[in-house]
């Protein structure tokens, strides 16, 4: 039987797809390029090129649309996880602050 055993309140949905994040920490303001993995209502997961993101970062998260009935994304977040994928990238947790 197939069941629903994450225990979060929404559901996932995945969408690989290219976003943008601007860094919001004490060292400074940064852009970088990064793959949203997937999406939930409060949440998402992004594959970054760098190897750690600080936890408690603010970062701000764009999702370009390539059609004109489906309106891009911004969001405001904050980095509740970090888990290094390879030397060089990891897999960030951002939970949705606010939408834009």
């Not at 055993?5 to 690989?16: A, I, L, P």
């Not at 860094?23 to 190897?51: F, W």
């Not at 970062?57 to 994304?73: A, F, M, R």
Request: proline share 4%; net charge negative.
């Amino acid at each position: 039987m197939l069941g629903y055993d994450d225990k979060r309140n929404f559901f996932r949905m995945m969408v690989n797809s290219p976003c943008q994040i601007q860094v919001n920490d004490e060292e400074s303001s940064r852009t970088m390029q990064a793959v949203c993995k997937d999406i939930s209502a409060t949440g998402m997961s992004l594959e970054v090129d760098e190897p750690s993101i600080e936890i408690g970062t603010d970062v701000t998260v764009s999702i370009d649309s390539n059609s004109s009935q489906i309106p891009s994304l911004s969001a405001v977040a904050k980095v509740v996880r970090c888990v290094p994928e390879t030397d060089s990238s990891c897999i960030v947790g951002v939970e949705i602050s606010e939408m834009k």
